[in-house]
């Protein structure tokens, strides 16, 4: 198969199982069987309850993690080690606390040979375009979480990776700032048309960014059990589409997957409370 017929990510058949930190005979398999493919330009997003492993298929994909077994294929190749063709967006931002933006956002840059001149040039440009041109000279202390974010992002875009992971990016944000940064990502990719693995707890946000929503169960022996392809034309604002009578259904569609596997979740989280 060619790379350009191959999907850009490729899980097949993956199940990760780890052992408890207090009893190393113990095992809980996290995800399960699990097989999902993102296409070259295709923007995914992968929602479930809260601890079902989406992170986990998330640190799989980046090569953080070796699946138990199954195998991941990048642009049809097995993934063996780092993904190198993979940008990294986490929760939390991964600034450096010493750096200042502009140093931040071409640290990768530099990491692959270029100058630091060439590396701040290109560093330059992105602050630009993810609006924090003038902010260049500001420390992640000096700035508000959004700001971090978009630094955060340029940081991830300037590599011009072939594929984009996220790991609830936004979830920190408040509404208005989230809802600036997921239209400022959805102009972003669709300029380069980037594959993108987006991992969400939010239905709504999952929806109006993305091509399809995959729906995972609740743990353990986590799986996808559900994919929506969402037919809302491009480009979207995020706070607009919400409003479409399709967005709608779409959401009572997939809530309908979801609901239940919401409420197991819950309910296993309350037992171990117990």
């Not at 090569?63 to 190749?77: A, H």
């Not at 840059?109 to 003038?134: C, D, H, P, Y």
């Amino acid at each position: 198969m060619s790379e350009s017929a191959a999907p850009a990510l490729s899980f097949e058949d993956v199940t990760c199982v780890f052992s408890s930190a207090d009893n190393p005979h113990q095992r809980y398999t996290a995800v399960a069987n699990t097989t999902l493919t993102v296409e070259p330009g295709e923007f995914v997003s992968v929602v479930g309850p809260t601890g079902c492993g989406k992170s986990t298929l998330l640190n799989v994909a980046a090569g953080l993690l070796q699946p138990s077994s199954g195998e991941i294929k990048v642009f049809g190749e097995a993934l063996r080690g780092i993904n190198s063709r993979a940008g990294y967006m986490f929760q939390a931002d991964a600034l450096m606390p010493w750096r200042t933006a502009l140093s931040n956002v071409s640290v990768g840059l530099e990491f692959r040979g270029l100058s630091t001149e060439e590396a701040e040039e290109q560093g330059r440009e992105w602050m630009k375009r993810v609006g924090l041109g003038g902010f260049e000279d500001r420390y992640p202390h000096q700035m508000s979480g959004g700001m971090r974010k978009r630094t955060a992002l340029a940081q991830t875009l300037i590599l011009d990776p072939d594929i984009i992971l996220m790991d609830e990016p936004f979830s920190a944000l408040d509404i208005q700032t989230r809802q600036l940064m997921e239209d400022e990502v959805l102009s972003l990719w669709q300029a380069k048309r980037k594959a993108v693995l987006f991992i969400t707890h939010d239905l709504d946000e999952a929806i109006a960014m993305s091509d399809r929503v995959v729906v995972l169960s609740a743990g353990p022996g986590t799986k996808p059990i559900g994919e929506f392809a969402i037919d809302l034309d491009r480009p979207r604002n995020v706070a607009e589409v919400r409003t479409h009578p399709r967005f709608v259904q779409l959401h009572e569609d997939i809530w309908a997957v979801l609901r239940d596997e919401v409420l197991k979740g819950y309910a296993r989280q309350m037992e171990v409370k117990a």
